[in-house]
């Protein structure tokens, strides 16, 4: 596997299938709704691509609740001048119940991993469940609309 030389003070690389896997995910044309990393062996890797099951709920049960990931989602909403829209929303996830170490790293991490993914506008910080409601990221997307 080839990796980027692209790393901050963390020492974490990104994978470049990571990149290629992130542009194919970002077409419109491309079902998924999903896409969530994790640090392994001091690279950020693809963990969930692919799933049968798009739906929000299924998202929420691929983010551990004692360790970081990190998440892109591709959501649905309505404008509010009532135009269907579709927007991609990158979740950083440290709950407060992963180890110093984890949300430390995740942190230190998360510019390297944002600068590979372009097209994202809108990038969100969670900590608990409650920060991530359909809702939430429904309004946060009209903000940029």
Same mark, same amino acid.
């Not at 989602?73 to 992963?98: G, M, N, Q, V």
């Given at each position: 596997?080839?990796?980027?030389?692209?790393?901050?003070?963390?020492?974490?690389?990104?994978?470049?299938?990571?990149?290629?896997?992130?542009?194919?995910?970002?077409?419109?044309?491309?079902?998924?709704?999903?896409?969530?990393?994790?640090?392994?062996?001091?690279?950020?890797?693809?963990?969930?691509?692919?799933?049968?099951?798009?739906?929000?709920? *299924?998202?929420?049960?691929?983010?551990?609740?004692?360790?970081?990931?990190?998440?892109?989602?591709?959501?649905?909403?309505?404008?509010?001048?009532?135009?269907?829209?579709?927007?991609?929303?990158?979740?950083?996830?440290?709950?407060? /119940?992963?180890?110093?170490?984890?949300?430390?790293?995740?942190?230190?991490?998360?510019?390297?991993? /944002?600068?590979?993914?372009?097209?994202?506008?809108?990038?969100? *910080?969670?900590?608990?469940? /409650?920060?991530?409601?359909?809702?939430?990221?429904?309004?946060?997307?009209?903000?940029? /609309?």
């Amino acid at each position: 596997m080839d990796y980027l030389c692209l790393k901050m003070s963390s020492g974490i690389a990104v994978a470049k299938d990571l990149t290629k896997s992130f542009n194919k995910f970002k077409l419109h044309n491309n079902p998924n709704k999903f896409m969530v990393f994790k640090i392994e062996n001091k690279r950020t890797i693809i963990e969930e691509t692919q799933s049968e099951d798009n739906s929000f709920l *299924n998202f929420l049960s691929n983010l551990p609740l004692d360790d970081c990931r990190y998440a892109v989602y591709k959501i649905d909403f309505t404008t509010l001048d009532e135009r269907p829209h579709e927007k991609l929303i990158f979740i950083s996830w440290c709950p407060d /119940t992963a180890t110093v170490r984890h949300k430390m790293l995740y942190a230190s991490s998360k510019l390297t991993l /944002t600068k590979e993914l372009l097209g994202i506008p809108i990038m969100i *910080n969670a900590t608990q469940r /409650t920060d991530l409601s359909v809702h939430i990221l429904r309004e946060r997307c009209r903000k940029f /609309t």
